[in-house]
């Protein structure tokens, strides 16, 4: 069975501090990807970023950085000097290429706030 | 405004009635995925279309619901006799599915209160 888990339900941090969150995921398969998605007050679910299990290079966009680590089942998100816009609900997800609806297998979600 | 569309964005009802809920995807979009989201929790997976045809159910699935997207375009998930459990978040996402995985994008959702 497929498994995300987010350990970290809130987190709260003071406005330009760098913040992780952590997730770590569970499959047998070989071929599968792996999401982050933010979800602010409004409810809509905004992509972030994929990564496939065959790319392990880390990733830089802005102020967002993402460590894919297979030997750990890991792959976490850090904001660096966050903002208050950065506040919300942040969800990582997993699916396989052998599940071929590509079903998304979310985790609990971690609620992030940051105060200025 | 091209990303997916849902409506109602909130509906109340009683326990026992039938509610309807509709999601218009991206244009270009072959698949649509119907999700359910608990307060709290990650959203969890009901059902998906590729094209018209529904592909594959949830368990979570009961028989009281059912989606439709007759020509491969639109959706809608109806609920019918309404329990205080199917109180929710109902997301909708659409992707193009040319080769490989391609991102869902999500809509708005619906939220529904069951009293």
């Known amino acids: 069975a497929q498994k995300v888990t987010q350990a970290q339900t809130e987190i709260s941090v003071v406005e330009k501090e760098d913040v992780t969150l952590d997730c770590v995921y569970e499959t047998r398969d070989t071929t599968y990807y792996l999401f982050w998605y933010k979800q602010p007050p409004s409810g809509e679910l905004v992509f972030l970023i994929r990564r496939n299990s065959f790319d392990e290079q880390n990733e830089i966009s802005g102020r967002y950085s993402w460590n894919f680590q297979k030997s750990t089942s890991s792959f976490n998100f850090t904001i660096t000097a966050s903002q208050v816009v950065d506040s919300a609900v942040y969800f990582c997800a997993l699916t396989s290429l052998y599940n071929q609806g590509g079903k998304l297998i979310f985790g609990q979600g971690t609620e992030l706030s940051v105060k200025p | 405004d091209t990303g997916v569309s849902q409506d109602p964005r909130h509906k109340i009802t009683k326990r026992g009635q039938n509610v309807t809920f509709r999601c218009d995807p991206i244009s270009e979009h072959n698949r649509l995925y119907w999700y359910r989201q608990t307060l709290g929790q990650g959203p969890e997976f009901l059902t998906y279309?590729?094209?018209?045809?529904?592909?594959?159910k949830s368990r979570l699935l009961s028989d009281r619901f059912s989606a439709e997207r007759p020509k491969g375009s639109f959706s809608t998930l109806e609920i019918q006799r309404t329990e205080q459990g199917d109180s929710a978040m109902y997301l909708c996402?659409?992707?193009?599915?040319?080769?490989?995985?391609?991102?869902?994008?999500f809509g708005p959702g619906t939220r529904l209160t069951v009293l």
């Open positions: 996402a659409s992707s193009l599915e040319i080769a490989g995985y391609n991102e869902q994008f």
């Open positions: 279309f590729q094209n018209e045809a529904q592909l594959e």
